[in-house]
């Protein structure tokens, strides 16, 4: 059983920076991709960033040039840094790890980008 556990999130002044960390129960990233979604009450989930199991990575334009999506395979941990967070940036933001072995999600952590 996959498990991916958010952490990091919190009350950030505009302007400021987070590092979020999704926490896999197993060595998944290595072929696996990560992403990162991020959803606001009322809203659908939205596309962040993804990083295929390759290496290479994409994001979402609102957020290009501001966020970073890395990943460390020895700790099974994938992180998301975002700087220079704008208000429009607050919600929940969740990790995705998907490939062959199924597609599985952490419960999410909050993001509130307010001064």
């Known amino acids: 059983q996959v498990q991916l556990v958010e952490s990091g999130g919190g009350l950030v002044q505009p302007g400021g920076s987070l590092r979020l960390s999704c926490a896999a129960s197993?060595?998944?990233?290595?072929?696996?991709?990560l992403t990162w979604h991020r959803q606001v009450p009322g809203k659908q989930r939205e596309f962040v960033a993804v990083?295929?199991?390759?290496?290479?990575?994409n994001y979402a334009d609102s957020v290009k040039g501001r966020f970073t999506i890395s990943r460390d395979n020895a700790k099974n941990t994938g992180y998301l840094q975002m700087n220079s967070l704008k208000a429009e940036d607050t919600a929940v933001y969740y990790c995705?790890?998907?490939?062959?072995?199924?597609?599985?999600w952490g419960q999410g952590t909050q993001v509130t980008v307010s001064s």
């Open positions: 990083l295929a199991s390759g290496g290479s990575a």
């Open positions: 197993v060595s998944i990233f290595s072929d696996h991709a």
């Open positions: 995705n790890a998907i490939g062959v072995r199924g597609s599985y």
